[in-house]
């Protein structure tokens, strides 16, 4: 009994301790100007006000803020949803000659940090002429190779016979991949939408990179801009924070479910 | 050149509706990434020979071939080895305490002594899904060296207060702090499934044999989690190769350089002063390093998976 007490102390603990900065944010986010800076550090407002989020909302364009990020986090995540699953059906159902030479070579290079490809990557977008447009950012995450992987090993399991069958009803290719595959993979394309619009969203070196104009910036880019000139404004910035992290904490906590399952298939049998 | 191409196409099978209808759902997806992630890699090892910088980028004929001119330029530069030093630092402290701390919790709430696992799970995970730059913005305030929580918090236990982002000695635990905590949420979701995995039986055995707790855990526990923590190994360090957001937002690169990292060094050589070439070649060294760390990862592997 006395382990097991102990055990749930440290348990809540360490609860408190990973909470804990997060509880700080949100509540130092409803403090009167200055408020934040006391000691003892204080997590609950004694004057609550709003005004931070008005400033925001009113003074800081943060309305076009979240519409830039919420626009290429969405495209983001329907296009590579596409893509990647169009491309995982076609690794685990069809037989090809170099397919899984191709798909390990697609493996393998899943080691390259992305870094190594910003620098063309910047060029090449600069000559397409989409620096400083939605479009910059969309392109290089049109398609993952992790995104391919999760898909394909999902659709291993589906029954040929499932494909066979539309087969024999003259369904065509494309048919049989929207109709029977899509359908049968939902559990897995949530899961890949959840993980794409959560990386799409917190993203920051890109975007940092492909929009310098202040009315292109994402959520994560305005607010290490706005750090520069607000550092002494705690209050301003963690209301800021606040409105960054709330809307990937609100579609995880919708569907923590398919994000676990995620990270377990990556995990498993990655 | 008309017989080649053929020879290509039977070669891949383009006759066959079944292969074209495979080739049809690939060329999207494979298309882009060789367009947009294979390409830009060659490219970027053509550039890292190159002196392409901002005149340059109006005309790109204006670059010359300097051979390896970049990569003696680097090595001949304290600040590289700085953030190399830095980086290493960080990967080679952060990491393993990273995995460590997301073992123990797993373990801890793997334990059937443990009620109410769902939640706690859910509030050991919550930093994971939160935005980098926006925690970073946070903590920078955290440690603030008079009203910040870290200072608080370590007062109880007698610690005096730290100029944590002030301080070139303390600056980089400040950063591997805030990773750990951002990150062990990942991770300690593996190790519960990897836990969940390794049968009863073999702990009972064990017990009947009279091992003890810690007996069991290296014995039982910690074979049996090799795959596992193999595969933990590598993402979290490929991960924390790349750091970049947080010494940008809380201390940029500094104090006196303490946290500059590769990838900062990277940005700044190339969208800053836009020295592209010279850029393209810090780039290479983080995926050469990168490279060889998988490589010894999976070496060391095999080794202890012989006993």
Known sequence: ?270 | MKSLVHRVLRRIGAGDSHVRAAWMFLTPALGAIAIFFFLPILAAFVMSFTDFDIYSLGDWSRARFIGLRNYLDLLGNPLFWKALKNTFYFVLVGGPLSIGVSLGTAMLLNSKLVPLKGFFRLAYFTPVVTTLVAVAVVWRYIYHPRFGLMNYLLGFVGIQPVDWLGDPVWAMPALIILAVWKNFGYNMIIFIAGLQNIPEELYEAARIDGASTWQQFRHITLPMLAPTTLFVGIITMIGYFQFFAEPYIMTQGGPLNSTLSIVLLMYREGFRTWEMGYSASIAFVLFLIVFLGTLVQLRTQRKVNLY
């Open chain 1, 1 to 270: 009994m006395r382990r097991r007490i102990s055990l749930y102390i440290v348990v809540v603990a360490i609860a408190g301790l990973t909470l804990a900065p997060l509880l700080w944010m949100i509540g130092a986010s409803f403090m009167q100007p200055g408020a934040a800076s006391s000691f003892p550090p204080r997590f609950i407002p004694e004057n609550p006000t709003l005004q931070h989020y008005q400033t925001l909302f009113t003074r800081m364009n943060l309305p076009r803020y979240l519409l830039n990020s919420a626009v290429i986090s969405a495209s983001i995540t329907l296009i590579s949803l596409l893509l990647n699953s169009m491309a995982g059906f076609a690794f685990a159902k069809y037989r090809f000659p170099g397919r899984d030479s191709l798909f390990r070579t697609l493996l393998a290079a899943m080691i390259i940090p992305a870094q190594v490809t910003m620098l063309p990557l910047f060029l090449l977008l600069k000559q397409m002429g989409v620096i400083n447009t939605y479009l910059g950012v969309i392109i290089p995450g049109m398609a993952s190779i992790f995104g391919i992987f999760l898909i394909r090993q999902y659709i291993f399991s589906i029954p040929d016979s499932l494909i066979e069958a539309a087969r024999m009803d003259g369904a065509s290719d494309f048919r049989i991949y929207w109709s029977v595959i899509l359908p049968l993979a939902k559990p897995i394309l949530v899961t890949l939408a959840i993980f794409t619009f959560m990386g799409a969203w917190n993203d920051f070196l890109w975007p940092l990179i492909v929009l310098t104009r202040d009315s292109m910036y994402t959520l994560p880019v305005a607010l290490a801009n706005l750090m520069g000139e607000h550092v002494q404004d705690t209050e301003l910035m963690m209301a800021g924070s606040v409105l960054t992290v709330l809307p990937v904490l609100v579609v995880f906590l919708a569907l923590q479910k398919y994000y676990i399952r995620g990270i377990l298939i990556g995990g498993v049998k990655g």
